[in-house]
């Protein structure tokens, strides 16, 4: 199941069994427990709606991003307030939506991968991702060059037959 099914069954669970706690007809201990998992719930449902709207994600809430290297699909650079990227993760289907702060450097950096790019590449580079609270941009790099040639393969030694009389 995907994060915001998970999410929904969880949102789903906390509610039915605050109900039925709040509803019942006798003075228990599991009235005010259910307050307080209802409470607990009201942050599930903001983020279950976040999770499934699809927008683009600060760099710093995408708890469930991998740290390494992660293709950048498409870049898209609004001058003085945000850069907006796709990255490919290899975790999920889907590409997954980011938005950075606007750095000029890192905007630089991202313009000179996606103008210098090969036709192979259709402007294409690679973001290299680390959790930390280092507020820097991530490093941004080429894709790897393919082999030119693949590898040949590996030829055993033909037999050799000494023939002495």
């Avoid at 991702?129 to 393969?153: G, I, N, R, T, W």
Wanted: aromatic content about 10%; proline content about 10%; glycine content about 4%.
């Amino acid at each position: 199941m995907t994060t915001i099914a998970w999410l929904s069954v969880a949102v789903i669970a906390l509610f039915a069994a605050a109900w039925l706690a709040i509803w019942s007809r006798r003075d228990t201990l599991a009235r005010p427990v259910a307050v307080v998992l209802f409470m607990l719930g009201l942050p599930t449902i903001v983020a279950a709606g976040v999770e499934s709207l699809g927008w683009h994600k600060p760099l710093g809430f995408a708890w469930d991003l991998t740290p390494g290297d992660h293709r950048v699909l498409s870049a898209k650079l609004v001058q003085d307030e945000a850069i907006y990227l796709y990255l490919d993760d290899p975790a999920r289907l889907e590409p997954r939506p980011i938005i950075m702060p606007w750095n000029n450097e890192a905007a630089n950096r991202i313009q000179k991968l996606q103008d210098g790019a090969g036709p192979q590449a259709k402007g294409q580079f690679v973001m290299r991702y680390e959790k930390s609270l280092d507020m820097h941009a991530p490093q941004f790099h080429p894709l790897p060059q393919p082999q030119v040639l693949p590898p040949k393969p590996r030829q055993e030694r033909a037999p050799h037959y000494d023939q002495r009389v």
